[in-house]
């Protein structure tokens, strides 16, 4: 057999001795720690990154362009060459609160949106007209009488004129914000009207008592839990509802009167919740002019005094953050998800909103 110079077998390498032997694990160990330590202040560093471009895009609003009003939305173009501009806002969809968005990422449905929207258009002095395209069977009374006053403040501090476009629906609240504009034009077939309020209340009592299912209070007070679906409303909770209904109501009455200059027992007969026809509310003073867009945009170049003005429409486009906080917002369960598809709404609150079809509602 072969042997090296050291005299091992082999004429390979020199045997490890014991001490070597014990201290090669520790060396392979030393060597890990750098790589685990390393791969923790990356994930960190990952982790700092992203919440600083959620606190970006959250503080620039998350809107098409930034966090002021005057970029959060884009002008799409309509018609015309001037160099005055008329403004087209939309306001489509049911009107709601401004719970659950950010600053520069409100629908134009909701007060803090329309009021963006009419800020951006304030701040151009380009503007000369604006026109509120209604496609919106109202919504929550608080969320309307806000976008009137917006409507109202936009028309007292600039004296530019607010002309109304109606869409497809302009009913119940989406009529209550139309009705300050300095002018109204509808389609014939436009559905508009439904001039009321309500409250909508769950009555599941029959069907707890046939499951044997009984809901239990410890409450403050008698009227506390006035509205329990799992009860009948009793008389006196029936009449405090009906208080706050009627106080809306008169509201309600009281904007059409003023915007419309109408007498008030004439409007009272109109308000009964049914709905019209554009044609129809052209006969009964509820609109000026039936017409289109276009007809809109003309009405609004003659108050405003300026010729063939361009026509933009405010478009806002979602940004990171709108994303972003739509993918993070808890989603309802999916029964609540399923009625909401369906148009039912039992929220207790007051509503100006066309709701047909929905069982135990009437506008």
Do not use: C
């Amino acid at each position: 057999m072969a042997h090296d110079d050291n005299g091992s077998p082999g004429g390979g390498m020199p045997e490890r001795s014991p001490e070597n032997t014990q201290n090669a694990p520790e060396r392979k160990k030393r060597r890990k720690w750098p790589w685990v330590v390393g791969g923790i202040a990356a994930f960190i560093f990952l982790g700092l990154v992203v919440a600083g471009a959620v606190a970006v895009a959250i503080l620039a609003g998350g809107g098409g362009g930034g966090g002021s009003s005057a970029s959060n939305y884009t002008e799409e173009y309509v018609s015309g060459e001037g160099d005055e501009k008329v403004a087209v806002v939309p306001v489509e969809g049911t009107i709601t609160a401004d719970l659950g968005g950010t600053a520069g990422a409100l629908p134009t449905t909701t007060p803090g949106g329309l009021t963006e929207a009419l800020e951006q258009a304030a701040d151009d002095d380009s503007v000369e007209a604006v026109i509120l395209e209604i496609n919106s069977p109202g919504g929550g009374v608080t969320a309307s009488a806000e976008m009137r006053d917006a409507i109202i403040d936009f028309k007292e501090e600039t004296d530019r004129p607010v002309v109304v476009s109606m869409a497809d629906t302009a009913a119940s609240g989406g009529y209550y914000i139309a009705a300050p504009a300095d002018e109204i034009v509808a389609y014939e077939s436009t559905l508009t009207g439904s001039l009321g309020v309500y409250i909508g209340l769950l009555n599941i009592s029959e069907a707890a008592e046939e499951y044997g299912i009984t809901q239990e209070y410890v409450r403050s007070g008698e009227f506390k839990t006035m509205g329990d679906p799992f009860r009948e409303l009793s008389e006196d909770e029936r009449e405090i509802f009906q208080s706050i209904v009627d106080q809306d109501y008169d509201e309600f009455v009281d904007v059409i009167v003023e915007g419309r200059d109408l007498p008030e027992n004439e409007v009272r007969e109109l308000a009964d919740g049914r709905v019209y026809s554009g044609l129809q509310a052209q006969e009964l003073g509820l609109v000026d002019e039936i017409g289109d867009l276009d007809r809109a945009s003309n009405i609004a170049s003659e108050m405003a005094e300026v010729e063939d003005p361009t026509v933009v429409r405010y478009v806002q486009e979602p940004g990171f953050g709108s994303l972003l906080m739509a993918r993070l917002q808890p989603q309802p369960p999916e029964a609540v998800q399923v009625l909401e598809a369906a148009g039912v709404r039992f929220s207790g609150q007051p509503q100006y909103l066309y709701a047909p079809g929905v069982p135990g509602i009437r506008s």
